[in-house]
């Protein structure tokens, strides 16, 4: 550094609102849900197959609970009964509806990545927007190997 260079300030990053700001001004309304469609896509149909799942997975298992502890011949005690139904039950319920939900929409996230990727490589064409989602799984079975 010489002597008549002054130290480079590192610039502070820019909060939430001016990037709020700067895509506005730049992108209009629009601009701010951009990519809204896509995330709805996937998102609803997770939403929807996890609280089912996690429904169904429940009742069948506090279900079985309460038989274990009805049954006449050596069922589990009402202290054994009650830590399944509270802790165990919603544990597992949960951690297997979200796995179900999450293999189930997995190529959706995989389509709504790849339209991302499209719009933030700069390969779409200045004015153009990417494929839809059908497009894109049309393209995708058609490129990728099996």
């Not at 069948?60 to 009964?81: A, F, H, M, P, V």
């Not at 996230?109 to 339209?115: D, F, I, M, V």
Request: charged letters at 20%; glycine letters at 8%; a positive charge.
């Amino acid at each position: 550094m010489g002597p008549t260079s002054a130290p480079k300030q590192q610039q502070q990053p820019d909060g939430t609102f001016a990037h709020l700001r700067r895509i506005f001004r730049s992108e209009g309304v629009s601009g701010l849900y951009a990519g809204l469609r896509p995330t709805l896509v996937m998102s609803v149909p997770n939403t929807v197959l996890y609280f089912t799942a996690y429904d169904e997975i429940s009742c069948r298992l506090r279900r079985t609970s309460c038989e274990l502890y009805d049954s006449q011949s050596g069922g589990i005690s009402k202290e054994t009964n009650d830590v399944v139904s509270n802790m165990v039950v919603p544990l597992v319920s949960g951690s297997t509806a979200r796995l179900i939900a999450s293999f189930i929409t997995s190529p959706l996230e995989l389509l709504r990545t790849r339209q991302a990727s499209l719009v933030g490589s700069g390969l779409l064409a200045e004015g153009t927007s990417p494929p839809g989602m059908l497009q894109e799984l049309r393209t995708l079975i058609r490129t990728e190997p099996n």
